[in-house]
């Protein structure tokens, strides 16, 4: 089985790949670690999510907008001969999601949760690249969702309306985790 994970950012992706990881076994690929990789080779060692957001772009445009998918299903494929549940993280743009629809047995979530909490979530996980004002996370928030990009570029928005399950994060992990249990067994149970 083959899950993709869509969510705008700090909605916990991390969080909902975690628990797979830990309580179903599955190997988790993270598309941005694609995009970290393009940062060691362009030599970049400053940078901010903005431009993750380019470099991730510029792969896209270069190499097709699905390229992000198509290297992680090779890198999961290549750490297991015969892989049986991995899970995608961080998919934002819709030729990554009609890639990995077109492999067998897979499902795309999406993860909604309200915008003021995820800034909150945000600067709590503090990573070096996040934004740390409310006007940058908005800017961030406003691209990632597709606003004045073009099609190779981030879009979280559309890529939302092509999820099979969409749950929403916005109380706390116990909650969200249950959210997780209750779904991923549902898709279990649907394809045995």
Not at 65 to 85: F, G, M
Not at 97 to 125: H, M, P, Q, T, V
Not at 149 to 168: F, I, M, P, R
């Amino acid at each position: 089985m083959i899950i993709g994970v869509v969510g705008q950012i700090a909605v916990g992706k991390g969080v909902l790949v975690e628990y797979l990881v830990k309580k179903f076994g599955f190997l988790s690929f993270s598309l941005s670690s694609i995009v970290h990789e393009e940062l060691k080779k362009r030599k970049i060692k400053k940078f901010d999510r903005q431009i993750l957001q380019n470099i991730g772009n510029d792969l896209r445009k270069k190499y097709g907008d699905d390229v992000l998918a198509k290297r992680a299903i090779k890198n999961l494929k290549s750490q297991i001969s015969d892989p049986k549940n991995f899970i995608i993280e961080g998919i934002r743009n819709p030729s990554e999601i009609s890639y990995i629809k077109s492999l067998s047995n897979s499902f795309i979530i999406g993860i909604k949760a309200k915008k003021d909490l995820r800034f909150k979530r945000l600067l709590e996980r503090s990573k070096p690249w996040d934004p740390k004002t409310w006007n940058d996370f908005l800017k961030v928030d406003r691209r990632d969702l597709g606003k004045g990009e073009d099609k190779s570029g981030q879009n979280v928005g559309k890529c939302l309306a092509y999820c099979d399950y969409v749950l929403t994060n916005n109380k706390d992990k116990k909650d969200f985790e249950k959210k997780i249990e209750k779904l991923i067994r549902k898709i279990f149970n649907q394809n045995t």
